[in-house]
Nanobody
Framework: VQFVESGGGLVQPGGSLRLSCVVD????????IGWFRRAPGKELEGVSC????????YYAESVEGRFSVSRDDAKNAVYLQMNELKPEDTAVYYC?????????????WGKGILVTVSS
């Protein structure tokens, strides 16, 4: 299973980014799918997850109201729209597939993509 993560980079505080993750080698509708992140010097954090059906979405309290997750099973893809970005959102973001919602029992991890929020 391979993940192609894109959309990261440097953005100013208050800006937006959209992360994309295309999965090759797995049928996405078998999984919940979402995003984790690891900020410098901090522990891994579950950011967001969308259920297999797409009807359920989970957000960490730290991103609630600013981030939006979506999935497109026809494209084998998951997206994370990140608005009102803050410096504390700086992290490596990882796309995951999971056997349980909201993204427990992780099955596969992407390699990660860096998001830097700085002026």
């Amino acid at each position: 299973v391979q993940f192609v993560e894109s959309g990261g980079g440097l953005v100013q505080p208050g800006g937006s980014l959209r992360l994309s993750c295309v999965v090759d080698g797995a049928t996405l509708d078998d999984y919940a799918i979402g995003w984790f992140r690891r900020a410098p010097g901090k522990e891994l954090e579950g950011v967001s997850c969308v259920s297999r059906s797409g009807s359920g979405t989970y957000y960490a309290e730290s991103v609630e109201g600013r981030f939006s997750v979506s999935r497109d099973d026809a494209k084998n893809a998951v997206y994370l729209q990140m608005n009102e970005l803050k410096p504390e959102d700086t992290a490596v973001y990882y796309c995951v597939t999971a056997n349980m919602y909201p993204c427990f029992d992780i099955d596969h991890w992407g390699k990660g993509i860096l998001v830097t929020v700085s002026s």
